[in-house]
C-alpha cells in the first residue's frame, strides 16, 4: 500500500479559529459596546474579487464581525479612495481596513495601503507592521503567513533549527513568511525565479513552503522524503476536456507519497488567511478595551 502524507487541514483548524474568535467577541462585546468592524474596499467587477469579498464577508458574519463593505466602480478616482480610507482610519465602529487586490490599472495601490492607519492594517502589509515584524515587535501580521504559522503549530511541527525553504519572495508571503520562520528559530533559506538549481535547494528542506504562483512546479523528486510541504500557491487550470479547477505549486498526486505532511490546494492555506484576516480584525477591536482601561 502506498504511503500518503498527513493532511495539513486548513479548513478544519480556520472552523476552530472561527468558533474560538465569536467565543472572544462575545466576551468583548459588553466591555467595548459594539462588536468588532472590518472594510473592504473594492474597486471594479473583477470576479474573482467579488467571489474574495464575498467569502470575507460571509466569515465576518459566522464570527460577529460588522462588515463594512464598500464597493466602488472601476472609474472610482485615487482621491477619492484616500479620502475614504482617512474617514475609516477615524470611525471608532472600524477596526480593520482592507484593499481588496488588484486594483484596476490607473489606481496606486502601494500608495493607498500606505494610507491606513497601521493599527487598522488587518493585511499587515503597511511598512510600519512589515517593520515590526523585522524587530520582532508587537503588530498586525501578514495573513497568508500567519496562517501558515498557525498550522504547523496546531499540527505540533517543530521549526527550531530546521531547515526551511521558502519559494518565492514576494511581500505578500515569501519576505514575510521568511521572517516569522526566522523569529521561530528555523533556518531559513529563499528560494526564486532567479535561483540557480531550485530543485537541489528543495531536496535540503524539512520543511517547504511554496508561494511563486505556477502550476504543479513542484514535483515529488524536488522534495526531500518525510520533509513538511505548504502550498501556498493557487492557480486555476483547464483540462483536456475543458474544465477547469484550481491547483498549488505541488504536484500534490507525486509528492504526497514523499512528504509526512502536505497541504491540499484548495482547502489548506487559503481558509487560513482568511482566519488571520478575522484574527488581526479582532486583535485590533480588543486593543480598544486596552486604550479605554489606560485612560481610567
Known amino acids: 500500500m502506498e504511503k500518503t502524507g498527513k493532511l495539513l487541514d486548513g479548513k478544519t483548524l480556520a472552523a476552530k479559529i472561527q468558533q474560538e474568535l465569536s467565543a472572544a467577541i462575545t466576551k468583548l462585546q459588553p466591555q467595548i459596546g459594539r462588536p468588532p468592524g472590518l472594510a473592504v474596499?473594492?474597486?471594479?467587477?473583477?470576479?474573482?474579487?467579488?467571489?474574495?469579498?464575498?467569502?470575507?464577508?460571509?466569515?465576518?458574519?459566522?464570527?460577529?464581525?460588522?462588515?463594512?463593505?464598500?464597493?466602488?466602480?472601476?472609474?472610482?478616482?485615487?482621491?477619492?479612495?484616500?479620502?475614504?480610507?482617512?474617514?475609516?482610519?477615524?470611525?471608532?465602529?472600524?477596526?480593520?481596513?482592507?484593499?481588496?487586490?488588484?486594483?484596476?490599472?490607473?489606481?496606486?495601490a502601494v500608495t493607498l495601503l500606505h494610507q491606513i492607519d497601521p493599527d487598522k492594517d488587518v493585511d499587515g502589509l503597511h511598512p510600519v507592521n512589515l517593520g515590526r515584524l523585522v524587530r520582532g515587535e508587537p503588530g498586525l501580521r501578514s495573513c497568508t503567513p500567519s496562517g501558515v504559522m498557525r498550522l504547523l503549530q496546531e499540527y505540533e511541527i517543530p521549526l527550531r533549527s530546521k531547515q526551511v525553504v521558502v519559494l518565492g519572495r514576494s511581500i505578500l508571503v515569501g519576505k514575510p513568511m521568511a521572517l516569522m520562520l526566522l523569529e521561530a528559530d528555523a533556518t531559513v533559506t529563499i528560494a526564486h525565479s532567479r535561483s540557480h538549481a531550485i530543485e537541489k535547494i528543495t531536496q535540503n528542506a524539512d520543511i517547504l513552503i511554496t508561494?511563486?504562483?505556477?502550476?504543479?512546479?513542484?514535483?515529488?523528486?524536488?522534495?526531500?522524503?518525510?520533509?513538511?510541504?505548504?502550498?501556498?500557491?493557487?492557480?486555476?487550470?483547464?483540462?483536456?476536456?475543458?474544465?477547469?479547477?484550481?491547483?498549488?505549486?505541488?504536484?500534490?498526486?507525486?509528492?504526497?507519497?514523499?512528504?509526512?505532511?502536505?497541504?491540499?490546494?484548495?482547502?489548506?492555506?487559503?481558509?487560513?488567511?482568511?482566519?488571520?484576516?478575522?484574527?488581526?480584525?479582532?486583535?485590533?477591536?480588543?486593543?480598544?478595551?486596552?486604550?479605554?482601561?489606560?485612560?481610567?
Not at 58 to 66: F, Q, S
Not at 84 to 105: M, W
Not at 222 to 251: E, P, W, Y
Request: glycine share 10%; aromatic share 4%.
Open 41 to 108: 474596499l473594492m474597486v471594479g467587477d473583477d470576479p474573482a474579487s467579488a467571489a474574495y469579498v464575498g467569502g470575507k464577508e460571509r466569515a465576518c458574519a459566522k464570527v460577529g464581525i460588522t462588515s463594512f463593505g464598500k464597493h466602488f466602480p472601476v472609474e472610482t478616482t485615487q482621491a477619492e479612495l484616500e479620502e475614504v480610507i482617512a474617514v475609516l482610519n477615524h470611525d471608532e465602529q472600524v477596526d480593520g481596513i482592507l484593499v481588496q487586490l488588484p486594483l484596476p490599472n490607473h489606481l496606486d
Open 211 to 296: 508561494a511563486v504562483g505556477r502550476p504543479r512546479l513542484v514535483s515529488a523528486e524536488m522534495v526531500k522524503q518525510g520533509a513538511v510541504v505548504v502550498d501556498v500557491g493557487i492557480s486555476r487550470v483547464t483540462d483536456a476536456n475543458g474544465n477547469s479547477h484550481l491547483v498549488g505549486d505541488v504536484n500534490f498526486d507525486s509528492t504526497k507519497s514523499v512528504a509526512e505532511f502536505i497541504t491540499p490546494v484548495p482547502g489548506g492555506v487559503g481558509p487560513m488567511t482568511v482566519a488571520m484576516l478575522l484574527q488581526n480584525t479582532v486583535n485590533s477591536y480588543s486593543q480598544k478595551l486596552k486604550k479605554n482601561s489606560s485612560f481610567r
